[in-house]
């Protein structure tokens, strides 16, 4: 050990520890009052002065206070051992700040190659490698907002997850999060549905690329989302309510098909002289989302509805009180322009109203029930209701309006 002038020492530019300021206060302090110092880790720089391994802070305090040196052990040790020693030494104190240490396990793994090799030489685990190198991938927004709200709202493990996203839809998920307060739980769960609505508009690209027939045969609209029916079967953008769906392979429109099926059904029966029944309109889909999922998705729809009323009419809350040793229900019903209630995670009810009784109100209702299917295994619940006011097309059918009706239902819940 030596002592070494202040003014000889530099800091290194790879040391991921972060010290909080009441800490570094604290350790400034110490040493202003004569306390005991650890000496500085150093290595002897090309041509001239130190750079340091490990004791930055102790540095920085040493550099405010003026001192004129600062006792330091040298080490003779080439970059990637001093990344190494300065490492070990300070991963057990401090604060790491995570891209930092990413960055210093990404400039190490070019050398060491494999991860796993990266873990046994730093002394740690290989899923913690993979981790912070993972979070790398995170826009630069999300590493900025990680840096300046609260620590612990936005942990490595959240990055992690919002890191399997494109780039360009991190920023709304990690913002999401922030505001919310999102456990890590959560934010995989808003990471994975993230992904399936851009793995849909994927398909549904590449369904469109492959088609001879890109828009709407009836409006001459672009596709908009598939429908209920799944591809190649889509919804046109349209304008208001009026939206429809036709095949991309066949170019065939839903109307269409449904007098195809049934020409080839009065084809294959005999005559029998009597009128052939309607067919039964439908009046549910499969959906990919458990209703405990779709209730959290529908209270931020409440929560954003809130914001924007002006004035309560309609407003129902309900729960158990306890009374002596007894457990109560209640009802409470306040004012306010739309209802919604849901319970447990076996179903889901949702209903609602904007306006009155005018051209322009319209109302939503919901109930899916929880379901799992073999032959289905991205459908997670059976979703029935309807979105008034819809429009009537002239000539069609109850079938063809119970179509249009879950459509337009089912597009409401993608667009949560």
């Known amino acids: 050990m030596q002592e070494v002038p202040v003014r000889m020492l ?8 972060r010290m909080p300021e009441d800490l570094y206060q604290a350790l400034k302090a110490h040493m202003e009052k004569g306390g005991k110092v650890d000496p500085l880790i150093v290595m002897p720089k090309p041509v001239y002065g130190y750079l340091i391994v490990d004791g930055e802070h102790r540095w920085r305090a040493a550099t405010e206070l003026r001192w004129e040196t600062i006792p330091c052990e040298v080490m003779a040790l080439t970059e990637d051992e001093a990344k190494r020693e300065g490492y070990q030494r300070n991963k057990f ?15 190490l793994l070019e050398k060491l190659g494999t991860q796993q090799s990266l873990a046994e030489y730093l002394e740690v685990s290989q899923p913690l490698v993979a981790s912070r190198l993972s979070i790398l991938k995170t826009h630069d927004k999300v590493k ?3 840096s300046t709200i ?13 890191a399997a996203l494109p780039k360009e839809r991190q920023v709304e998920v990690a913002s999401e999060v922030a505001e919310q307060g999102l456990s890590v739980q959560a934010t995989e769960r808003r990471v994975q549905q993230e992904k399936r609505v851009l793995e849909r508009k994927e398909n549904l690209k590449k369904a469109v690329e492959a088609s001879e027939h890109k828009t709407c045969p009836e409006c001459g609209a672009e596709p908009e989302i598939a429908s209920f029916q799944g591809l190649p079967w889509v919804h046109c953008k349209g304008k208001d309510w009026q939206k429809h769906e036709w095949n991309l392979e066949t170019g065939q429109t839903e109307k269409q098909y449904r007098e195809a099926e049934r020409r080839k059904a009065r084809e294959a029966k005999p005559e029998t002289g009597e009128p052939e029944k309607p067919k039964e309109p439908p009046r549910s889909f499969r959906y990919t989302v458990t209703p405990e ?10 929560m954003e509805m809130m914001r924007d009323v002006a004035e309560i009419q309609t407003f129902r809350i309900t729960g158990s ?20 209630q849901w319970s447990g995670t ?6 609602e109203r904007v306006g009155g009784w005018q051209e322009e109100s319209r109302s939503v209702t919901v109930f899916a029930e929880a379901k799992e299917y073999k032959i289905y295994p991205d459908a997670k619940c ?10 009537a097309v002239k000539g069609e059918d109850s079938y063809g309006r119970g179509v249009r009706m879950l459509a337009a239902l089912r597009r409401f819940l993608d667009e949560l």
């Open 144 to 146: 900025q907002l990680y």
């Open 293 to 302: 999922e779709m209730g959290k998705k529908l209270t931020k729809r409440v």
């Open 150 to 162: 609260p620590r612990g709202i936005i942990t490595p493990s959240h990055l992690e997850a919002i």
């Open 382 to 391: 059976l979703v029935n209701g309807d979105i008034q006011p819809l429009e």
């Open 346 to 351: 076996e179903n889901l009810s949702y209903s």
């Open 10 to 17: 530099e800091p290194n530019p790879w040391n991921p520890n």
């Open 93 to 107: 104190r401090g604060t790491m700040d995570v891209y930092r240490e990413a960055e210093l396990f990404a400039s």
């Open 321 to 340: 009180i306890k009374v002596g040793e007894k457990t109560q229900e209640v009802t409470i019903d306040l004012v306010a322009p739309h209802k919604a």
